[in-house]
């Protein structure tokens, strides 16, 4: 049972443009999600969160916009660049310790 | 500070053979995780541990042990290796649970032949 989903396996956008990241869940006592960014060879590392409580959080390029009622969260870059090409983690927290991800998104930037 | 260590990165194990992957964090987090990577999945909890000397099961334990002897270091165990633990094996930590941002290390990558 995928409690995170990405539905996208793979986005490919040209630079300068918007990439925009879906994920949905469906366990309703989530209340906190990430995104992590991870290359090729690396661990994930943390990109942008947000808690339940709001439905928007803003860092430079990227902004996260969750719609509780559909439980969907998206993950809009803008403008893309070469270097944001990797594959992104969408990932939901509740109130025990741990995060459930979802299976990733290859986003591909291209110049 | 080096964040999240594991050693090592790479590790070829016949059937049966058994192994310990370390980590080591010097963040002084009280929160540890093991995860596992397969192709075109997403991150699978294996062990967490809240704190030295306290660790629980995730989502897919069976194969692992965990042992928590300091706040800094949290070793996976394999026993008994099996080609389904062919993976990448990815150790995290942070401050405080779940709605913390977690650390992760470069990972290990397993194969079992």
């Known amino acids: 049972d995928q409690q995170v989903k990405q539905n996208s396996p793979s986005l490919s956008v040209q630079e300068g443009r918007i990439s925009i990241l879906n994920c949905d869940y469906t366990?309703?006592?989530?209340?906190?999600f990430l995104w992590y960014k991870k290359y090729p060879a690396e661990g994930p590392t943390f990109l942008i969160s947000i808690s339940s409580i709001k439905d928007k959080n803003e860092d430079g390029r990227f902004t996260v916009f969750l719609n509780k009622s559909a439980k969907h969260l998206s993950l809009h870059i803008v403008p893309s660049q070469p270097g944001d090409s990797a594959v992104y983690f969408c990932?939901?927290?509740?109130?025990?310790?741990?995060?459930?991800f979802g299976k990733g998104t290859l986003l591909t930037v291209n110049p | 500070n080096a964040g999240v260590t594991q050693t090592p990165k790479f590790r070829i194990l016949k059937i049966g053979q058994s192994m310990t992957l370390q980590c080591a964090q010097d963040m002084n987090h009280n929160y540890m995780y093991w995860y596992r990577q397969d192709p075109g999945m997403g991150l699978k909890l294996i062990y967490y541990s809240v704190g030295a000397g306290i660790t629980d099961k995730g989502e897919v334990p069976n194969g692992y042990n965990v042992s928590r002897s300091t706040t800094e270091d949290f070793p996976l165990r394999l026993e008994l290796a099996a080609p389904s633990q062919t993976s990448v094996y990815f150790c995290?930590?942070?401050?405080?649970?779940?709605?913390?941002?977690?650390?992760f290390g470069p990972g290990t990558r397993l194969t079992v032949l």
């Open positions: 366990n309703s006592m989530f209340d906190y």
């Open positions: 995290a930590s942070s401050f405080r649970p779940s709605t913390d941002t977690q650390y």
């Open positions: 990932a939901a927290g509740g109130s025990n310790y741990k995060l459930t």
